[in-house]
């Protein structure tokens, strides 16, 4: 069977390959995926179950149901000051998975080169790529705390391209943006009159600050789609369901490729987020705490150890320098004498090379251990 050239020229998951290696090996603890180690809030999932026991098995509308847009559209103008109107403005997706790959879609057309701030979330080269676009890396360092600059933008080639995207809480680094760094990111789109796509689905576990969006900035809501979910947060992954939010026209376009492949987000797990945004914050917050407490601890114990790491301020990942110069033969040296799974950074991008992506989604007595054995291989 013939394979498409654009399928082929996107290599398998790194993350994968890793996952697999664990499945070899008895006893692995697993730092390796960026999934909560919680259960989506009880109240959620009730919602759920009382949706099916209901019979509420049909499609909804393809952007989703209006009780859900309108709570998402209330919620993220009442935290993150984003006025959205919830017909026009809301597209409800299979994940924010579905949201990014829809905006690609929408977006690019063949040959159309795309900014992407690295180390970055796994799925943004490949779904360009799917896309017929170019990815064009724009690698973030330590020494800027893998924040985007504007220098980077302009000496990797940005202000050729179409459209940007960056993830802040960043996927793998755990770094955020401040408003005022985002200002500069802001007019460089202004002036070169970039698309950006702005990947907020951590915005909701930020330890330190609050979160910005950037379509909040001056002249960059007419040009920024933001993605958000309840996979992180609500550790909802399971129930794939994310949504976008952009101006009518964006939502228009990104709803036609939408319409013809999803037709709707799954109708069982809308029920559980129009609940989970109207009972659930309790939960999020008790989450967000274990998380903050467990992101303490395993960057006071890199410190202990010796290893180099970047604070981070949010999501659910520290991004500390690899002890070995090759990061790749570290993480499998790890694993195969420790049995602990990490991941090597170069998997993320430019900018990744020489780290290592550890997450702390993992409860506290597994990430003491795992740390100890860290330790102790490195005696
Ligand atoms: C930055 C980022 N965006 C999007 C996703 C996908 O989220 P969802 O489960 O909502 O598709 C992930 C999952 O790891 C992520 O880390």
Known sequence: MKISERVERVPPSGIRRFFELTEELDDVISLGVGEPDFTAPWSAREAAIDSLERGRTSYTANRGMAALREAIAERSRERYDLDYDPDEEVLVTAGASEAIDVAFRAFVDPGDRVAIAQPSYVSYVPGVTFAGGEPVPIPTGEADDFELTAEALREHGAADAEALVFCYPNNPTGATMSKQDLEPIAAFAREHDLTVLADEIYA????????????????????????????????????????????????????????????????????????????????????????????????????????????????????????????????????????????????????????????????????????????????
Request: proline share 4%.
């Open 204 to 379: 909701d576990l930020t330890y330190e600050g609050d979160h910005t969006s950037i379509a909040t900035l001056p002249g960059m809501r007419e040009r920024t789609v933001v993605f958000n979910g309840f996979s992180k947060a609500y550790a909802m992954t399971g129930l794939r369901l994310g949504y976008a939010l952009a101006p009518p026209e964006a939502i228009t376009a990104m709803n036609r490729v939408h319409q013809y492949s999803m037709l709707s987000a799954p109708t069982t797990a809308q029920h559980a987020a129009i609940d989970a945004l109207d009972n659930c914050d309790d939960a999020v917050v008790e989450m967000r705490s274990q998380y903050d407490r467990r992101r303490r601890f395993v960057l006071s114990r890199f410190d202990e150890m010796g290893i180099d790491c970047f604070t981070a301020k949010g999501a659910f990942y520290v991004f500390p320098e690899s002890p070995w110069e090759d990061a790749e033969a570290f993480a499998e040296a790890l694993l195969d004498a420790e049995g602990v799974a990490v991941v090597p950074g170069d998997v993320f991008g430019a900018g990744g090379e020489g780290h290592l992506r550890v997450s702390y989604a993992t409860g506290m007595n597994e990430l003491r251990e795992a740390m100890d054995r860290i330790e102790r291989f490195l005696d």
